[in-house]
């Protein structure tokens, strides 16, 4: 099969099997990844067989012969001419695994026909043969139905994420009047905070149980407390018991958080990943939204329907889940290959078993064409493909993983360090300073617009990448911040102040709505290995959790000292340095699977 990329490259993909007349040898071989320039040959040969070495070389021949014969068959210009290099091979008889790495050397003159022909050459049928270039990613080809149900089901945690922190807002004064606290700040503030320390305890302990467990598993278990806590809290009539069921539902968030970017980013085809990534945050979005509505819709007086509400999407997780697939990558991951198998194709086809397997291979060879060395990654043939990598903690910290942890907790430490919930928690009373006295309107319009602002990611997500969304989004927030100040602190700027203060706001909502809100969650999860991609995620998630708590805490008091000015210059300063922090360290991850992602990041590969 020949494929022509355009004017300024060809890739030749072959895939032939056989039976040598010889000895009933089954050989079979893959060229993944056999690029050619017009200028620079490239020629990176995945082999897997066997057999004897001889057969190798001679099915190699007759390989480079068809090439060489399709070179011929083109134009004799500078713009479609092949320039191909025969192949030297290395053999590796391992006990476990047997594999035959290929190198390129210098061109001969004879198109490769330097080594002699077999009986057998003929009879190798040709076919497509998946590689990280040209062959379709798991999921690529199948029905997206059965995928698209797996994330709806997996973005129930995320809308209970969003509802349950926010429907708490509207009713307070009246929750703490009927439990008998009134006018007492200290308990008040106890009802809110309690979610807060239940979430990073709860991110802090999910990694772990997310890949010894399982995904699915995982999600069992948080379901539980997440239909517990809030009716807990619905039929409290003292502080202790609706603390106990906030924090109950906090340790639930704090573990759906980091679950869910990962599931998703585990099932999802990689051409629409970050897509479906992006329903992580959109859905957490309209659980905020739902809430400020309930607030409306309802009175205060009615706070326990509000947190029997609360329970509903829980439990449709709960239900969603025992129905629903695990991950394949997880299963494969430990050496459950039926299991993972029976996964793939109820998520990605027929030919999802056989991506999956293909998968790791092809990855590798192409990190190892990339950097121009081997791949530092071992591949352990009877996982379907999937790497070996050291479990625990102290993976995390050293080696290949150490990376992508440190990236996933600044992103998040930058996200919340940029202000943003700072902007949420006080926007009312920023709209209150600039005439607009509806609290209610006040976070609607702010809700809205962050819905919108994802929406509008999730579509740009494929199309612009992360590395783009991101940095432009920090940029936006800091611009945003920068204004604000100006309007607070200047004079000439103070009749516009309070128009300073509304359109400023809302352009910082938006700005991390279209990046700094969706991107950190969606690039995580695919940066991790996935021998730690559940801890490492979780890591990422407790120093947001951390980082949103000491900037909520902080924030008044700040203000009282510094003024508001200064406080938002600081917010300004924050979101740029984020922006100049992707820009330099944060690889890009549209396009590729997770299996490439890795390889890359093990052997050192830099995404433009």
Request: aromatic content about 6%.
């Amino acid at each position: 099969m020949l494929r022509t990329g355009g004017r300024q490259a060809s890739k030749i993909q072959l895939r032939f099997e056989g039976k040598c007349g010889t000895g009933g040898v089954s050989t079979m071989s893959t060229l993944a990844g056999y690029q050619f320039s017009t200028r620079t040959p490239v020629a990176v040969m995945h082999v897997a067989a066997t057999g004897e070495a001889n057969i190798l070389r001679k099915a190699s021949a007759r390989c480079r012969r068809m090439l060489h014969a399709a070179n011929n068959s083109f134009p004799s210009s500078s713009t479609f001419g092949l320039h191909l290099h025969p192949l030297r091979h290395r053999r590796d008889d391992r006990p476990t695994v047997r594999r035959i790495n290929t190198h390129s050397a210098a061109a001969g003159s004879d198109g490769g026909n330097s080594i002699a022909d077999s009986s057998c050459a003929p009879e190798l049928p040709i076919g497509g043969a998946p590689s990280a270039a040209a062959s379709p990613a798991p999921g690529n080809v199948g029905p997206l139905g059965p995928v698209l149900l797996a994330v709806a089901v997996a973005c129930a945690g995320s809308f209970a994420f969003g509802f349950n922190l926010s429907v708490i807002n509207g009713p307070l004064e009246t929750i703490a009047a009927d439990l008998g606290i009134a006018g007492n700040k200290a308990l008040m503030g106890l009802i809110v905070s309690s979610t807060l320390a239940g979430a990073a305890l709860g991110s802090l302990a999910g990694g772990g149980v997310a890949d010894s467990l399982g995904r699915r598993v995982s999600f069992l278990l948080a379901a539980a407390p997440m239909v517990a806590g809030p009716l807990i809290s619905a039929a409290s009539t003292d502080i202790s018991a609706m603390a106990a069921g906030r924090f109950l539902t906090g340790a639930a968030i704090g573990l759906s958080s980091a679950l869910v970017p990962t599931y998703i980013s585990e099932v999802a085809p990689t051409r629409i990943r970050g897509t479906l990534s992006t329903l992580n945050q959109l859905t957490i979005c309209l659980g905020i939204l739902a809430a400020l509505l309930i607030n409306v819709v309802l009175p205060a007086a009615a706070w326990r329907t509000m947190f029997t509400a609360a329970a509903l999407p829980a439990a449709l997780l709960g239900v969603g889940m025992l129905l629903g697939p695990e991950s394949p990558r997880w299963l494969a991951s430990r050496h459950r290959d039926h299991e993972a198998e029976l996964a793939a194709r109820r998520l990605w086809g027929p030919l999802g078993p056989a991506e999956l397997g293909s998968s790791r291979p092809a990855a590798v060879a192409t990190a190892a064409a990339n950097t121009g060395r081997v791949a530092a990654a071992d591949v352990d043939s009877s996982s379907s493909g999937m790497a070996v990598a050291p479990q625990g903690g102290l993976a995390l910290l050293s080696g290949p993983a150490a990376r992508p942890l440190l990236i996933g907790v600044m992103l998040f430490a930058f996200q919340q360090f940029a202000g943003i919930n700072a902007l949420v928690y006080f926007s009312s009373s920023v709209f209150r300073q600039a005439g607009v006295t509806s609290d209610a309107l006040a976070s609607a319009a702010v809700g809205a617009t962050n819905v919108m602002g994802t929406v509008i990611a999730a579509g740009l997500m494929d199309r612009a990448g992360r590395k783009q969304l991101l940095t432009n989004s920090f940029l936006g927030q800091a611009a945003a911040m920068f204004a604000m100040a100006a309007g607070f602190s200047l004079p000439a700027l103070q009749p516009y102040a309070g128009t300073i203060a509304v359109v400023g706001t809302l352009g910082y909502i938006l700005s991390f709505a279209l990046g700094a809100g969706p991107v950190p969650a969606t690039i995580v999860p695919e940066l991790n290995p996935l021998s730690t991609r559940g801890k490492a995620v979780s890591a990422a998630f407790v120093s947001h959790w951390i980082c949103n708590v000491m900037v909520g805490q902080t924030f008044m008091s700040a203000v009282q000292s510094y003024g508001l000015a200064p406080v938002y210059t600081f917010f300004g300063i924050m979101a740029l340095a984020g922006a100049l922090y992707v820009k330099s360290q944060v690889p890009e991850t549209k396009g590729k699977t997770l299996e490439q992602i890795e390889a890359e990041l093990r052997t050192g590969a830099k995404s433009t």
